[in-house]
């Protein structure tokens, strides 16, 4: 069961494709949520982005979802830090080969491309400096971008999967609601 840093355990994992379906959608349609602390003010780069815990296997992140074209071009671009659970998952309208560049972005990191069952497919890491090019060795519906270092130290490896953790948000995007009464996804 995945833990939080303190060591508790959290929730159960929620259905994961039509959660993860609703929380992005929502989260192209709710581009001013309350942004994740994991980047705070003054960090450099894009403004912090509606974010969503997620787990790989026992090992919970906090992921900032880069869904709109422009947050996807900007990425962790211009951020001097990056909190060690942290990272930025990159939607795509549907699985296609995938290139990243590590323009203006001075961390090192390390890229998971995952398909659209959210297993993943390769790990790349990814030195500073600009002028490199990091593509897909297959077509991939995400990514996801995490300190250079973070998959390893963990034993995570292509094949395992990533699973939306439900916080207590009902699997939405920080600050974000959908209208229902009752709170619930639709």
Not at 26 to 39: H, K, L, P, S
Not at 73 to 92: I, P, S
Not at 128 to 155: H, I, K, M, T
């Amino acid at each position: 069961m995945p833990r939080d840093r303190s060591g508790r355990s959290l929730p159960r994992s929620l259905p994961l494709a039509a959660c993860l379906a609703a929380c992005l959608g929502m989260a192209v349609w709710f581009t001013g949520a309350a942004a994740a602390d994991e980047a705070p003010a003054g960090n450099g780069g894009q403004p912090p982005l509606p974010a969503l815990t997620m787990a790989i296997g026992e090992h919970v992140l906090r992921v900032e979802l880069a869904v709109e074209p422009q947050q996807r071009y900007l990425g962790l671009g211009n951020r001097r830090t990056l909190a060690d659970d942290a990272g930025m998952l990159f939607v795509y309208p549907e699985e296609r080969p995938l290139t990243f560049t590590m323009r203006d972005t001075l961390l090192p990191l390390s890229i998971a491309y995952i398909d659209e069952a959210l297993t993943i497919l390769e790990i790349v890491d990814m030195d500073v400096g600009p002028g490199q090019l990091f593509p897909s060795a297959q077509p991939a519906r995400y990514a996801l971008e995490v300190n250079q270092g973070w998959f390893d130290a963990r034993d995570i490896e292509p094949g395992a999967r990533l699973e939306l953790v439900d916080d207590g948000a009902g699997g939405k995007a920080d600050g974000e609601t959908n209208g229902a009464p009752d709170g619930t996804l639709r």
